[in-house]
């Protein structure tokens, strides 16, 4: 069962960066507010992007996979409904073992 995970502020905010080192992957989120969310994803095994800086956000989901120990988390772009949109293009999901949200202000 997908769900939406994180605090209603960050889901309409947008990607500010995206890095990745090993098996971790932070990612920077201002949100609604202007407040700063680091999300650091653990145990990667998966990454695909196209463009996530500056993606504005409708929400962050996170889905099981049929392995136990991983799950997927999409980043879901805002104008996906938009095809036609240059916006809508951009896209984020991750597969980890876990994810953090740190708030940093």
């Given amino acids: 069962m997908t769900s939406y995970v994180g605090?209603?502020?960050f889901h309409d905010g947008h990607v500010?960066?995206?890095s990745h080192a090993g098996d971790a992957v932070e990612v920077i989120v201002e949100g609604f507010s202007g407040k700063r969310y680091i999300v650091h994803f653990e145990?990667?095994?998966?990454?695909?992007s196209e463009s996530p800086e500056g993606m504005m956000l409708y929400?962050?989901?996170e889905e099981p996979l049929q392995t136990e120990t991983q799950r997927r988390y999409i980043f879901i772009n805002w104008y996906v409904d938009e095809p036609?949109?240059?916006e809508s293009?951009?896209?984020l999901r991750v597969v980890a073992k876990r994810f953090i949200v740190d708030e940093s202000g």
Avoid: N, Q, R
Wanted: aromatic letters at 4%; zero cysteines; glycine letters at 4%.
């Fill in 89 to 91: 293009k951009a896209y």
């Fill in 16 to 18: 500010v960066a995206v």
């Fill in 43 to 48: 145990g990667v095994s998966l990454i695909e």
């Fill in 7 to 9: 605090k209603p502020d």
């Fill in 59 to 61: 929400a962050l989901s």
């Fill in 84 to 86: 036609a949109t240059p």
